[in-house]
């Protein structure tokens, strides 16, 4: 039997470059097509031709531009398998550089799927990376204990300071979220990984080739990019701390995320490409566990032995959410993935790599002022 060859569109960036590592270790032969955008790449190591130097030199490298002519096409030469990663991935740059974000989550996929659905090729599985940013607020029980799919905060009550959400019978306490939540995407990157996400699934089913959304959360770990002010929080706070500086803390720091380790992620593509499972699905990746922002930022600071506390700004980000944390069951039960990894040991381990990577550039204070003058922090 041909081996298995997978492309990884993205497979340049954080989470690509380790599913890379997975699929390699693997056995599948594995092909690299990344456009190596300098907002992501341009603080990192790179070799004399731009790549990442921590990009395995296993995997065959195309270096190009989904939204090209030819592109795609070109690069899905001898592959079975399609792990699609590439994409803009700021969600407060999303909701200024809208163009450029709807071209590069949605227009990527039209072309990618048209190429599917109108060339002769081999791609047999198909997993694209979806997020949960699409849900906006998780899961909800209210007083009687019955699930609610809560409505975002009104600017009012943000306005007022009342972070937690309530309903009539009174305050809502957060449960894990499930793949049957109502999707209320809340930012230009949310609407844009739901629509792609939609594409793939309903083109996937037409070409009969099986296709599977992953859902993930925040996800951290080494090669994360240090500098870029838009993603990745415990990179930021990161940092932040390396500069001497306290993590800048949005609300009142007690919103709940899931932070799932970027091997956790890289596995569960891997398992997914690598099961012969007949499915048209989505599934959320995440730890399981929430954990406040706060929590993050003082579990950061104590492991990178600095006396600093979070600076909580009591000001709110237009389109942030609450509180969302992962139900993973449904992975776990369809495709037997192993359990996720555990929190401090993942941190220390994303903090000893900061320590040997570049030394981090702090744009966060920029980012703020461009996020205040565009009324998107308030
Ligand atoms: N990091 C997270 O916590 C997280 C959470 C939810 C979803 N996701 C999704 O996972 C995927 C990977 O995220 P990441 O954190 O590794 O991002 P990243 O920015 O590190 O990597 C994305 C890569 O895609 C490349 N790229 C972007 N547009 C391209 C295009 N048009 N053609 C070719 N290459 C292009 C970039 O150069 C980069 O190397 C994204 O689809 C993102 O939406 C990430």
Redesign the pocket.
């Known amino acids: 039997m041909a081996k298995k060859h997978v492309l990884v ?9 380790h599913l890379v590592d997975d699929l390699l270790g693997r056995g599948f032969e594995v092909t690299v ?5 300098p ?3 341009a603080d990192g190591e790179l070799d004399e031709h731009g790549w990442p130097t921590y990009l395995n030199p296993a995997a065959r490298r195309i270096k ?4 090209d002519d030819g ?1 795609f096409e070109a690069a899905l030469d001898g592959v079975t398998h399609l792990a ?6 700021g969600v407060g740059q999303s909701m200024t550089n809208i163009v450029d974000y709807t071209r ?2 949605v227009m ?1 996929s039209a072309i990618m799927l048209e190429v599917l659905s109108k060339c002769p090729h081999t791609v047999e599985r198909i997993a ?6 699409i849900y906006g607020e998780g899961e909800y029980r209210d007083a009687d204990g019955k699930r609610v799919a809560a409505s975002l905060r009104t600017r009012e009550q943000l306005q007022d300071k009342a972070w937690e959400l309530e309903n009539a019978g009174g305050a809502l306490e957060p449960i894990p979220t499930s793949e049957t939540k109502l999707l209320e995407p809340a930012s230009i ?1 949310a609407v844009n ?1 739901r629509d792609h996400e939609e594409m793939f699934l309903a083109v996937g089913r037409a070409l009969d080739i099986p296709t599977v959304a992953l ?6 770990g080494s ?3 240090l500098s ?1 002010p838009y ?2 929080v415990a990179a930021i706070f990161i940092s932040r701390l390396l500069n001497d500086q306290p993590p800048l803390v949005f609300e009142d720091g007690e919103q709940k995320r899931d932070f ?1 380790h ?1 091997g956790d ?1 890289a596995n569960a593509f891997a398992t997914v490409l690598e099961s012969d499972k007949r499915v048209w699905d989505v599934f959320n990746v995440g730890s399981g566990n929430a954990i406040t922002v706060n929590e993050i930022a003082r579990t950061l600071a104590r492991l990178l032995h600095k006396n600093i506390a979070p600076n909580v700004l009591e000001e709110y980000r237009i389109g942030d959410i609450r509180h969302c944390f992962a139900d993973i069951s449904k992975l776990r039960q369809v495709f037997d993935i192993a359990p996720p990894r555990d929190f401090e040991g993942g941190m220390q381990e994303l903090i000893d790599w900061v320590r040997v990577a570049k030394k981090p550039v702090d744009k966060t204070e920029a980012s703020l002022s461009e996020l205040r003058s565009s009324k998107l922090v308030v």
């Not at 190009?64 to 939204?67: P, Q, V």
Request: no cysteine; glycine share 12%.
């Open positions: 569109t993205g497979g340049a960036g954080f989470i690509g470059s097509l990344d456009a190596l955008l907002q992501v790449h190009g531009n989904l939204l592109v699609h990663l590439a994409a803009s991935v590069n989550n990527t694209v990376a979806s997020s949960m940013s990157y990984k859902r993930l959360f925040n996800a951290y090669r994360q990019a870029n993603t990745g799932v970027v992620v």
